[in-house]
């Protein structure tokens, strides 16, 4: 079993209620038990940035206990966060989608680190298989075990013969399962780590690339434009321990400058909330 750091687990506080109480904010307490009452909110407050909560949001049918419960569910499902999500996930594919269009080499290898449950590569490689058959090998990889277990399954499920999943932690090279790729899918990931650590693991995505290979990687805008998304944040930042580091597009462009890729072009998921990144070596 690969050992690591879970980077998008990010909250420290054991018990959310006997913390709340502890503080005497007694008040925050019905958004906890309602939170619990719905599925994502419950994979939220108990594994946020889990690949379980992810999928959750891919899947985007309120679940929950009672009506309110799904109410809450579909109130959480459309928040900016979630909506960021799914339109990252939807530019990632279309994304992948061109550079495989454009590539005229007999194979093309597909690392993403921190795939999750790779719903996205997982659908994507379903549409394209058929046309492009034998060309494509997509390698996953993840710290968490589950979604290991769950993207072989569901793979195997369609039949996805060139895709592979394995453990391991995109901070260490060698957990790599390619020594090297065309294009590497980092979403969701390099956000949460502290900037000298996100520079490296950009540094080792270059160095696993093929010559003209790209990394294909994004960064979350700073979703909290009104007073009640504002309330929201802080509420994530004070209790689940999502403080991320919220770069411009400008600042976004800079951090790249400063890395040993030779093109990087930026733009926005189709709702602005995403920065998508594609950087070539
Ligand atoms: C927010 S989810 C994103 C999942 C997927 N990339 C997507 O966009 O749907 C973050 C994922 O990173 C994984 N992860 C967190 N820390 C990791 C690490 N050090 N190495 C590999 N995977 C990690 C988590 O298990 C989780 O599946």
Redesign the pocket.
């Known amino acids: 079993m690969a050992t690591?750091?879970?980077?998008?687990?990010t909250r420290r506080i054991e018990s959310l209620p006997l913390h709340l109480l502890k503080r005497g904010r007694i008040h925050l307490l019905p958004v906890y038990y309602l939170a619990r009452l719905s599925r994502l909110g419950s994979e939220l407050v108990s594994n946020q940035?889990?690949?379980e909560y992810?999928d959750l949001v891919?899947r985007n049918q309120p679940q929950g206990k009672l009506l309110i419960g799904k109410v809450f569910d579909r109130y959480l499902l459309s928040f900016p966060t979630a909506r960021g999500?799914r339109s990252?996930?939807a530019a990632t594919q279309e994304t992948l989608e061109q550079l495989l269009a454009t590539r005229n080499t007999s194979n093309t290898v597909i690392l993403?680190?921190?795939?999750?449950y790779a719903?996205?590569l997982i659908a994507l490689n379903e549409r394209i298989n058929s046309r492009r058959n034998g060309q494509v090998s997509v390698y996953g990889?993840?710290?968490?075990d589950k979604?290991i277990e769950t993207a072989s399954a569901r793979a195997k499920e369609k039949g996805l013969a060139n895709m592979a999943f394995s453990s391991?932690?995109?901070?260490n090279p060698g957990d790599y399962p390619v020594r090297s790729a065309d294009i590497v899918v980092l979403?969701?990931?390099a956000q949460y780590l502290p900037r000298d650590e996100r520079m490296l693991l950009y540094r080792n995505v270059h160095a696993v690339l093929n010559e003209n290979g790209f990394l294909l990687t994004d960064y979350f805008c700073n979703w909290a434009k009104n007073p009640v998304q504002k309330w929201w944040k802080g509420m994530s930042e004070q209790f689940l321990g999502v403080r991320l580091d919220w770069l411009s597009k400008d600042e976004v462009e800079a951090m790249f400058s400063e890395l040993p890729f030779r093109n990087c072009r930026t733009w926005y998921s189709h709702d602005r909330l995403c920065l998508m990144i594609l950087a070539q070596k």
Request: glycine share 22%.
């Open positions: 690591g750091r879970l980077v998008s687990k940035g889990s690949a992810q891919y999500c990252r996930l993403d680190l921190g795939c999750g719903r996205g990889m993840d710290l968490n979604a391991g932690d995109a901070l979403n969701g990931l």
